[in-house]
């Protein structure tokens, strides 16, 4: 199964910028879908972007026009951008992919904190 690490939290005022990335412990080449999910605390977990292999992206409501997902399968590294925070970005955010046979899997989490 592989292995995702997401790095790039932390954090910052609103308005600020964050850049995520995760890298995957081998190629991503073949992963159709890879996803980032964000939980805040107390509630469920919530897909943020979705990020196909043919370069197809969606993206949920509330964080359209502020975040951008992207993949670089010679890096083995999805990447999520965000832009203009708010406080209620505040959360723990999740790489996962799923693959045929193998299901989902899922990195440990980075934080990202937004306060002023």
């Known amino acids: 199964q592989v292995q995702l690490m997401e790095s790039g939290g932390g954090s910052v005022q609103p308005g600020g910028s964050l850049r995520l990335s995760c890298a995957a412990s081998?190629?991503?080449?073949?992963?159709?879908?890879m996803r980032w999910y964000r939980q805040a605390p107390g509630k469920e977990r919530e897909l943020v972007a979705t990020i196909f292999n043919g370069g197809a992206k969606s993206y949920e409501d509330s964080v359209a026009g502020r975040v951008t997902i992207s993949r670089d399968n010679a890096k083995n590294t999805v990447y999520l951008e965000m832009k203009s925070l708010k406080l209620e970005d505040t959360a723990v955010y999740y790489c996962n992919s799923w693959i045929p046979g193998e299901g989902d899997s899922w990195g440990q989490g980075t934080q990202v904190t937004v306060s002023s």
């Open positions: 081998r190629s991503i080449f073949s992963i159709n879908v």
